[in-house]
């Protein structure tokens, strides 16, 4: 059974830093995408970033980019989002989730966790 499970979500003031971490397992994640996703109160979800597993290409939302960085580490079976000079707009339940490479659709997510930005 595939569980993500994300963790390193707390309280920070504007301009401080946050690194999440997303620990994957049930499976072999070598043709999958991970991504990490975000919800705010009464906002939509929506991507932030996101790296394939083989390879490690990554992709970021214009919103985050260059504050944002997205990693994995293979042996740990974890995805990672460090987060730098974090802004009160950045607050968000943060996801991980992971979906098959050839895919459109996430499968997979985790429960989230909370990102409190304060200014």
């Known amino acids: 059974q595939v569980q993500l499970v994300e963790s390193g979500g707390g309280l920070v003031q504007a301009g401080g830093s946050l690194r999440l971490s997303c620990a994957a397992s049930?499976?072999?994640?070598?043709?999958?995408?991970m991504g990490w996703f975000r919800q705010a109160p009464g906002k939509e979800r929506e991507f932030v970033a996101s790296?394939?597993?083989?390879?490690?290409?990554?992709y970021y939302a214009d919103s985050i980019k260059g504050r944002f960085t997205v990693s994995k580490d293979n042996a740990k079976n974890t995805v990672y989002l460090q987060m730098n000079s974090l802004k009160p707009e950045d607050t968000a339940v943060y996801y991980c989730?992971?979906?098959?490479?050839?895919?459109?659709?996430?499968?997979?997510w985790g429960q989230g966790t909370q990102v409190t930005v304060s200014s």
């Open positions: 049930g499976r072999t994640f070598s043709r999958y995408v």
């Open positions: 790296i394939t597993w083989s390879g490690g290409s990554t």
């Open positions: 989730a992971a979906r098959v490479i050839v895919t459109k659709d996430y499968t997979y």
